[in-house]
T-cell receptor, first 114, second 115 residues
Framework: AQSVTQLDSHVSVSEGTPVLLRCNYS??????LFWYVQHPNKGLQLLLK??????LVKGINGFEAEFKKSETSFHLTKPSAHMSDAAEYFC????????????FGKGTHLIIQP | GAVVSQHPSRVICKSGTSVKIECRSL??????MFWYRQFPKQSLMLMAT?????????EQGVEKDKFLINHASLTLSTLTVTSAHPEDSSFYIC???????????FGPGTRLTVT
């Protein structure tokens, strides 16, 4: 069994300040972990993924996440927020092989203040 | 590469009718395709997993007779919502993965409205 908890339903930051979106997971298997972004009326876009290689994962648009097994966390960060980052972000866990359906967190709505 | 399309993008149907949604992998062969449902302002919930040429595996609580899934080829899976009711109105999203990647590639989604 696997589950994902996104600790904040909404996060609001000012443009140019750091972003932190928190995610904790549980899994009976060696997990694969992902962050996806969903802009209004658009499809899901993969930001980054962890699949048992380096624990610090760099993704697109300046985002990165660190896999911490001891804390069962996979928080998403970005040093400087941009207005275009405003969207819904989903932390997702899958079984290591990738052949199974994914389990999505409830999502975090990121708001960027000008 | 790795593009997944869905058709239609939006559909409105009357209560009691059936509607079919197509999911295609455009530039790769998908060994497995997945169907998700997303309610407004909520997360995605996995409905079923389909492998080409075999019966779909449904998640607990998903009615297999209501949501018919066919995965007839390595590039096409269809979801048919039978005898649709207003509570079936939702955003349906498919994804696909190939042989060599842990990543699932998502389609743009289909918004179903049942009146």
């Amino acid at each position: 069994a696997q589950s994902v908890t996104q600790l904040d339903s909404h996060v609001s930051v000012s443009e140019g300040t750091p972003v932190l979106l928190r995610c904790n997971y549980s899994s009976s298997y060696s997990p694969s972990l992902f962050w996806y972004v969903q802009h209004p009326n658009k499809g899901l876009q993969l930001l980054l993924k962890y699949t048992s290689a380096a624990t610090l994962v760099k993704g697109i648009n300046g985002f990165e996440a660190e896999f911490k097994k001891s804390e069962t966390s996979f928080h998403l960060t970005k040093p400087s927020a941009h207005m275009s980052d405003a969207a819904e972000y989903f932390c997702v866990v899958g079984r290591g092989g990738g052949a199974d359906g994914l389990t999505f967190g409830k999502g975090t709505h990121l708001i960027i203040q000008p | 590469g790795a593009v997944v399309s869905q058709h239609p993008s939006r559909v409105i149907c009357k209560s009691g009718t059936s509607v079919k949604i197509e999911c295609r992998s455009l530039d790769f062969q998908a060994t497995t395709m997945f169907w998700y449902r997303q309610f407004p302002k909520q997360s995605l919930m996995l409905m079923a997993t389909s492998n080409e040429g075999s019966k779909a595996t449904y998640e607990q609580g998903v009615e297999k007779d209501k949501f018919l899934i066919n995965h007839a080829s390595l590039t096409l899976s269809t979801l048919t919502v039978t005898s649709a009711h207003p509570e079936d109105s939702s955003f349906y999203i498919c994804s696909a993965n190939g042989h060599t990647s842990y990543e699932q590639y998502f389609g743009p989604g289909t918004r179903l409205t049942v009146t």
